[in-house]
């Protein structure tokens, strides 16, 4: 069976840390781009972040740029998203996918195009 499973996420207080982690079972990860996205009740999910397959490259939606770095660890299957100096406003359900595109910029409908495999999310709340 086919799937990603997103683990980390927690309460923590604002300027606190998290790392969240996507493992995958049943395929490789580092043949696909992977995206880290998150959704507010009531709003679109967005992109937070990508690594590409290709060469590596990564993406940050500017929000998070500077405060959040993504990176992979192939002998463990696992993608990692570490997000430091956290802020109310990062409170939301994380997810990662797994596609052929890198990107932060597509909307929902487009992310659904590009990315195959999708994880249930994880909560991540940032709160004194």
């Known amino acids: 069976q086919l799937q990603l499973v997103e683990s980390g996420g927690g309460l923590v207080q604002p300027g606190g840390s998290l790392r969240l982690s996507c493992a995958a079972s049943g395929f490789t990860l580092d043949d696909y781009s992977i995206g880290w996205f998150r959704r507010v009740p009531g709003k679109e999910r967005e992109g937070v972040s990508c690594?590409?397959?290709?060469?590596?490259?990564?993406y940050y939606a500017d929000s998070v740029k500077g405060r959040f770095t993504i990176s992979r660890d192939n002998a463990k299957n696992t993608v990692y998203l570490q997000m430091d100096s956290l802020k109310p406003g990062d409170t939301a359900v994380y997810y990662c996918a797994a596609g052929q595109l890198c990107t932060v910029l597509a909307n929902e409908a487009v992310q659904q195009m590009i990315y195959e495999y999708w994880g249930q999310g994880t909560q991540v709340t940032v709160s004194s």
């Open positions: 690594i590409s397959n290709s060469d590596g490259s990564t």
